[in-house]
C-alpha cells in the first residue's frame, strides 16, 4: 500500500480537478463545481494541471453539445502547468485507466484532485491521494481560508 502524499503547503487552494467536475459545472451553473470554476476565474483558486489532463477536458467538452471548451479554456493558465514528471502506471489501483492520469498528477504536485467519481473517491486512500467532492473541497478550502 502506497504511503500517504501530504498536500503541499496551501495544496487548498491549489485545484486539481478531474474532467466530470467540468462536466458538472457546464449542466448545472449553481453547483458546487461551477463555484470552484468561478473561484479559479477569480484568483481565489488555482487550477493545476498538465498535458493529458487538459487535453482530455478538452475532448470531453468538446464532445458533449450542451458545453462548450472555449469557455473554460483560459482557466488553463501557464502558471498552473505542472511539467515535471507524472507516473499514471503506478496507479493501476485506480480501476479507470483514463482516471490514472489525475491521481498520478495529485500525487506529484501533492494536491487534491477535486472528483465526482465514487470510484476515485472510495480508491484515493488506497493509492495515497486526497480526493474530494466539489463540496468537500469547498468546504475544506473555506476552512483553510
Known amino acids: 500500500m502506497p ?25 448545472n451553473p449553481r453547483s458546487a463545481s461551477a463555484r470552484i470554476l468561478t473561484g479559479i476565474r477569480e484568483g481565489r483558486f488555482r487550477l493545476m494541471w498538465n ?14 453539445p450542451r458545453l462548450n471548451w472555449e469557455k473554460v479554456a483560459d482557466l488553463f493558465q501557464p ?21 490514472r492520469k489525475f491521481a498520478a498528477l495529485s500525487a506529484a504536485a501533492r494536491a487534491p484532485l477535486i472528483t465526482n467519481d465514487s470510484h476515485v473517491l472510495a480508491q484515493s486512500r488506497a493509492v495515497g491521494i486526497e480526493a474530494v467532492t466539489p463540496s468537500g473541497f469547498l468546504e475544506r478550502a473555506g ?3
Request: proline share 6%; with cysteine; charged share 30%.
Open 79 to 99: 502558471e498552473g502547468k505542472f511539467t515535471e514528471s507524472v507516473d499514471p502506471d503506478a496507479f493501476a489501483l485506480i480501476s479507470d485507466p483514463d482516471d
Open 3 to 27: 504511503n500517504r502524499i501530504a498536500p503541499a503547503e496551501g495544496a487548498w487552494r491549489a485545484s486539481l480537478i478531474d474532467t466530470n467536475v467540468f462536466v458538472a459545472a457546464g449542466f
Open 51 to 64: 498535458e493529458p489532463t487538459r487535453r482530455e477536458t478538452e475532448m470531453i467538452l468538446r464532445r458533449i
Open 143 to 145: 476552512a483553510c481560508g
